[in-house]
């Protein structure tokens, strides 16, 4: 299979970046897309010329950093997966891909196609955790929790941080990204005993560091890789209500 690509290149945040066209061929079906840039950066090396930056890392889909726009699509046109699960038989043979990074005020370009995700750490520190003191993992069933609470609870802690939804959204929204946090660990006995101050704290540090508000376009869900709700923002709306009106 033969691709023509069309890549973001840019030098830092600073710099003003643009598109550059590079061929690539005789690729295989069942090569994945990360593979296809490692076997194009490969070539450029060879060619004596500047590698395109990307950010990756597991490969399997649990790390969130393979971060990029793919025709249009944040982790390209199949659903439910990551940029590193998408092989290359999903794009017809002879196509153009454009590939971009995440656009997003939140998230500053570092180089090419790698952006500075650290926005969703810094919300992750204002509250996406409980205090505990740690030692031995407890036994699993030490504290009994409906199913319902459990599944709920566990579909939103599969939430990746890759970033999609903030990038997706039109506002820049990084809402899901806190609702998932969030409803986590409320549908939990072990996070509802700091859930009003938990829920306080990230929305006003998500409002700080740039995101927009959520108008409800749904943009986000149709994006994520892991397919986590929108219902899950009306939770995080309902923590956020209820612990104002406890002020």
Same mark, same amino acid.
């Given at each position: 299979m ?10 830092d945040?600073k710099?003003?970046?643009a ?7 005789n ?7 990360l593979?296809m ?16 930056a ?11 950093m393979?971060?990029?726009?793919i ?9 439910a ?6 092989y ?8 153009t ?5 995440w ?5 500053p ?15 992750l ?6 205090s ?9 069933n030490?504290?009994p ?5 459990a ?5 939103a802690a599969? %939430?990746?941080?890759? +970033? /999609? &939804?903030? !990038?997706? $959204? ?8 806190? @609702? ?6 409320a ?5 509802k ?14 409002d ?5 508000? %959520?108008?409800?376009? +749904? /943009? &986000?869900? !149709?994006? $994520? ?8 923002i @009306?939770?995080l ?11």
């Open positions: 033969n691709f023509t690509l069309k890549i973001w290149r840019q030098k945040a710099s003003q970046g598109f550059e066209t590079y061929k690539v061929e690729i295989s079906s069942d090569t994945s897309f593979e840039m490692d076997i194009l950066n490969n070539d450029l090396i060879h060619k004596g010329e500047e590698p395109v990307f950010d990756h890392d597991c490969r399997e889909g649990i790390c969130g393979c971060s990029m726009h025709n249009g699509h944040a982790h390209g046109p199949s659903q997966v990551t940029t590193c699960q998408m290359m038989r999903k794009f017809e043979d002879g196509s891909i454009t590939i971009e990074p656009r997003s005020a939140a998230f370009v570092i180089r090419d196609l790698v952006v500075d995700r650290g926005a969703y750490d810094k919300i520190q204002a509250g996406g955790f409980i505990v003191r740690t030692n031995s993992v407890p036994d699993g030490a504290i929790i409906p199913k319902a609470d599944d709920e609870s566990m579909d599969a %939430c990746v941080g890759c +970033g /999609a &939804c903030a !990038a997706t $959204c039109k506002n820049g929204s990084a809402m899901l990204f806190v @609702a998932a946090r969030v409803s986590s660990l549908k939990l006995p072990q996070g005993v700091e859930g009003a101050r938990r829920a306080k704290a990230m929305v006003a540090k998500m700080e560091l740039g995101f927009g508000n %959520c108008t409800n376009t +749904g /943009a &986000c869900q !149709a994006e $994520c890789p892991k397919q986590i709700s929108i219902a899950h @009306a939770r709306n309902r923590e956020f209500l209820c612990a104002k009106l406890e002020d």
